[in-house]
C-alpha cells in the first residue's frame, strides 16, 4: 500500500495534510494573487474592520492591508521555518550519525557538546545568538536550527549506536568497505525514516520560535513583516482593536496544528509496527467478542478447549490465527502440539490466558475452560490471579522474558510475593529450592547471579523453575527447547518429565520435533493453519499417521542409518491465513487431495482415542510401512 494511502486512514493527519496543502498552496500562489501592496501605508484608513471595504481582514495601525501582509507574511514564516527545520535536520543528523557510528572518544566528546548546549533553554540560547549576530531575519533562522540541532543529533544518535552493531554493518566491514560508504549505503538509508519523523513533528515548533524572534523585535525588521512581527506591531492595539492579533495569531495556530497533525500522520505510515497497532499499548487481556459458555459435555480434563477461535484485526485484514481448536488435557498428562511455524499453536497457547495482544487480538469465539471455569472473558482481577499460580509458561527465549538487570533470585522471589505474601528470607529459601530441583549446580550461589551471566540452557531452567514458583496445575510450555542443543534439550525434557510425575502436573508442550514428542507427551495434536488435523496417542501418531500432513511431517525427520538419502519435504508454503482456501486448508499442497476436498468445511471426526480431519487419510498398512 502506498505511503499516501497509508497517511489517509489517518483521518486527523489527512486534514492536516488538506489544511497544510491549501495554505503552501495560497503561500506559493501569493506574488500572483491580486493583493494589495503590503508595505504600502494608508493612515487616513488605518484600523478599518475586517471585511471593509477593499479590505477584506480589515487595516493595521498605519492603514496596511491585513490580508495581502497575512499572505507575505505567512510565506515568510513558512519559508523560515521549513530552512531552518532542514539545516537543523542535515546538520543534527550528521553530527548524530558521526558520534553513534564512530563511538568512544569520538561520541564522548561530540555528545557532551551536545549535552552543554542541550543545557540552556531554547528561547534564551536563540536570544543569545541573534543578540551576537544582530537582529534580523536570516539571523533568527540561523538562531532557531542551531538551537533545535542537539535535537536531531542526540535523536540520530541514539538510533545509529543501535545500527552500527548490526550484523549488516559488520559485513559491510569484512567487505572492505570505507567508514564513509558504510555511513551512506548501510546507516543512512536506516535514519532517514526516523529524520523525516522528527522533522515533520519539529517544523511547527520551529515557526512558533521564529515567530518568537520576531515578536521580540529580532527577526523580520519593517516593513518586510512575517507572523511574529505582524503580532508585536500589533500588541500596542490588542485590546481596541483585536482583529490586528487574531488574524496572525489564527493563522499561526491553523499552521502548527496541521503540522502537528499531519507529523503524526507521517510517522504511523513510515512506521509498519505503528500501523499494524504492534506498537499500541495492549490491553491487560485479550478481547472477547462472545459471551460466557457453559463447559463442554463428556470433558474430564483439568483445561479444556473447546472450538477456540482466535483472530487479528489489522486494518481491513482479518487473520483467523486459531479456527476453532477443542483440546483436552488431563492432570499428570502431557498434550503435545506439533505443526509447522504459522500453524496457530503459539496464539492457542496464549489465549488460554488471555495473552494474546489486544489491538490486535480478539477471541472470536469457543471457550477455555480451567476445572470447570470458563476463563474467556473471564475479569482481568480473576485471570491476573490465575496466571502464573494456576497456569503457568515456559517460554520459548528465557534472554527475552527474564529481566537483564534484576538476578534471577530477586525474579523467582517476585513470582512467588505477585501471588502470596512471603518474607525475604523464606523467599530466598524458596527460590534456591526450585533452582534445585531443575537441577541447577550450587543453586545457592547462582541465585545472585544475572541472567546474562548463564548459558542458554540454565536460563531456560530458570524460566521453568518460575514457572513451578506457585505449584500450578497446568504448565505450557511453548517450544522451551527449541534453542538448545540437543544434549541440554534431553536435560530440560528429563527435568519436565519428572516433575510432572513428581507433582501431577498437566503440561501441554509446545514443539516442532517429533522425537520430544515421543519421548515426553502421552498425546499429540497436528495442527495446521490454525486447526487441529489429526490428535491420538502419541505411539499410535508416530506408528501409524492417518492424516497426509502428518505423515508428510514425520517423512521430513532426518534418519540416521538405513540406507535415507533423500531428505522429504512438503512442497508448498503453508496459506495466509487471512485468505484460507475453501475445504481443506492442507489441499493445495496434499497429492490425495480431490474436488470434495477443496469445497465444504471438513469436520474433525473422532473414533475413539484418535481424531482426524481429512477425506482421504492414510491408510493404516501405508502409514505402518
Known amino acids: 500500500m502506498s505511503f499516501l494511502a497509508l497517511l489517509a486512514r489517518n483521518r486527523l493527519a489527512l486534514g492536516g495534510l488538506i489544511v497544510m496543502g491549501l495554505v503552501v498552496l495560497l503561500a506559493l500562489l501569493t506574488p500572483i494573487l491580486p493583493l494589495a501592496p503590503p508595505n504600502v501605508t494608508d493612515t487616513a484608513n488605518r484600523f478599518l474592520p475586517p471585511f471593509s471595504e477593499g479590505a477584506l481582514l480589515g487595516t493595521d495601525h498605519l492603514g496596511r492591508d491585513l490580508l495581502s501582509r497575512l499572505m507575505w507574511g505567512t510565506r515568510l514564516s513558512l519559508a523560515v521555518g521549513f530552512a531552518a527545520a532542514l539545516i537543523a535536520a542535515t546538520i543534527g543528523a550528521a553530527i548524530g550519525i558521526v558520534a553513534g557510528y564512530y563511538g568512544g572518544r569520538t561520541d564522548n566528546i561530540i555528545m557532551r557538546g551536545v549535552d552543554m548546549l542541550m543545557a540552556f533553554p531554547y528561547i534564551l540560547l536563540a536570544l543569545a545568538i541573534v543578540a551576537a549576530l544582530g537582529p534580523g531575519l536570516m539571523n533568527a533562522l540561523i538562531a532557531v536550527a542551531a538551537v533545535n540541532i542537539p535535537f536531531f543529533a542526540r535523536n540520530i544518535r541514539g538510533i545509529t549506536v543501535g545500527i552500527a552493531n548490526k550484523e549488516f554493518v559488520d559485513a559491510a566491514r569484512l567487505a572492505g568497505l570505507s567508514d564513509a560508504r558504510i555511513i551512506l549505503t548501510e546507516i543512512l538509508p536506516n535514519v532517514v525514516p526516523v529524520i523525516v519523523i522528527a522533522m515533520s513533528t519539529t517544523v511547527g515548533w520551529m515557526i512558533l520560535e521564529t515567530a518568537g524572534l520576531s515578536f521580540l523585535g529580532l527577526g523580520s525588521q519593517p516593513p518586510v513583516a512575517d507572523l511574529g512581527s505582524m503580532l508585536g506591531e500589533a500588541r500596542a492595539a490588542l485590546i481596541t482593536n483585536p482583529h490586528t492579533s487574531v488574524v496572525p495569531g489564527v493563522m ?24 499494524s497497532g504492534a506498537l499500541n499499548r495492549p490491553l491487560p487481556a485479550t478481547l472477547v467478542a462472545r459471551g460466557r459458555q457453559p463447559a463442554p459435555q463428556g470433558q474430564a480434563g483439568v483445561l479444556t478447549l473447546d472450538k477456540l477461535e482466535t483472530q487479528f484485526h489489522v486494518k481491513d485484514r482479518n487473520y483467523r490465527a486459531v479456527g476453532g481448536v477443542s483440546l483436552s488435557v488431563a492432570p499428570g498428562e502431557c498434550l503435545g502440539i506439533i505443526g509447522e511455524s504459522g500453524s496457530g499453536k503459539s496464539v492457542t497457547a496464549l489465549s488460554v490466558m488471555g495473552l494474546v495482544a489486544s489491538p490486535p487480538g480478539l477471541i472470536a469465539g469457543g471457550s477455555v475452560h480451567y476445572k470447570g471455569e470458563d476463563l474467556i472473558g473471564a475479569p482481568y482481577r480473576r485471570l491476573r490471579t490465575l496466571r502464573g499460580r494456576e497456569v503457568a509458561y515456559i517460554f520459548q527465549d528465557p534472554l527475552a522474558t527474564l529481566h537483564p538487570l534484576y538476578r534471577v533470585g530477586d525474579q523467582l522471589i517476585e513470582a512467588i510475593s505477585a501471588h502470596r505474601a512471603i518474607g525475604r528470607a523464606e523467599g530466598r529459601q524458596k527460590a534456591v529450592d526450585l533452582l534445585e530441583a531443575v537441577r541447577i549446580p550450587n543453586a545457592a550461589a547462582r541465585i545472585d547471579d544475572y541472567p546474562h551471566e548463564m548459558s542458554g540452557g540454565m536460563r531456560q531452567r530458570v524460566g521453568i523453575a518460575m514457572a513451578l514458583a506457585n505449584d500450578p496445575e497446568v504448565i505450557i510450555a511453548d517450544e522451551p527447547t527449541t534453542a538448545l542443543d540437543v544434549t541440554v534439550q534431553a536435560q530440560i525434557l528429563s527435568i519436565l518429565d519428572d516433575l510432572r510425575r513428581a507433582r501431577g502436573l498437566a503440561i501441554i508442550f509446545i514443539t516442532h520435533d517429533f522425537g520430544v514428542v515421543g519421548q515426553l507427551c502421552d498425546r499429540v495434536a497436528v495442527m495446521y493453519a490454525g486447526k487441529i ?8 501418531i508416530l506408528d501409524t499417521p492417518r492424516h497426509p500432513y502428518t505423515a508428510r511431517l514425520m517423512a521430513c525427520v532426518p534418519e540416521l542409518g538405513g540406507g535415507r538419502r533423500r531428505l522429504e519435504a512438503i512442497p508448498g508454503l503453508p496459506p495466509a491465513v487471512n485468505d484460507l482456501p475453501p475445504g481443506c486448508a492442507f489441499a493445495p499442497r496434499c497429492d490425495r487431495a480431490s474436488a470434495a476436498c477443496r469445497s465444504g468445511e471438513i469436520a474433525l471426526a473422532r473414533d475413539g482415542g484418535r481424531a482426524l480431519r481429512c477425506l482421504h487419510p492414510v491408510a493404516e498398512q501405508e502409514a505402518a510401512s
Open 533 to 540: 488435523v489429526e490428535e491420538g496417542p502419541t505411539r499410535a
Open 252 to 275: 499561526i495556530l491553523i499552521i502548527v496544528m496541521a503540522i502537528n497533525l499531519l507529523g503524526d500522520g507521517i510517522r504511523d505510515a513510515l512506521d509498519p509496527r505503528l500501523k
